[in-house]
């Protein structure tokens, strides 16, 4: 049975810093894991991503203040968030993508963690 269990959000004021974290387990192999976030009314965007063989993508929003270092020795995936501003406010969900044949395969999602940046 796959699990993606996240931890780490919370109430933060603009500028301050937080960490979420997320262990997946009961994949066979993976091919990248990330954070996907999402707010009421809008679609789930992707955040930050990393693939197995060292590839990161960033949203452009995030770019400079978002940092994301994935163990996948571990299956674990950390994204350190600096500078939070109230845009960031919204559900964070891990994400893992199983590798199929060298490429991205099933894609699994954790429960979400909400992340809540206000003045």
């Known amino acids: 049975q796959v699990q993606l269990v996240e931890s780490g959000g919370g109430l933060v004021q603009p500028g301050e810093s937080l960490r979420v974290s997320c262990t997946a387990s009961?994949?066979?192999?993976?091919?990248?894991m990330g954070w996907h976030r999402q707010v009421p009314g809008k679609e789930r965007e992707l955040v930050a991503r990393m693939e197995t063989g060292g590839a990161t993508r960033y949203a452009d929003p995030v770019k400079g203040r978002f940092t994301i270092t994935a163990d996948f020795a571990k299956d674990t995936v950390d994204l350190q968030m600096n500078r939070l501003k109230p845009e960031d406010t919204a559900v964070y969900y891990c994400?893992?993508?199983?590798?199929?044949?060298?490429?991205?395969?099933?894609?699994?999602w954790g429960k979400g963690t909400l992340v809540t940046v206000f003045s």
């Open positions: 009961g994949i066979f192999r993976l091919y990248s």
């Open positions: 994400h893992a993508q199983e590798a199929v044949d060298g490429l991205g395969g099933l894609d699994y």
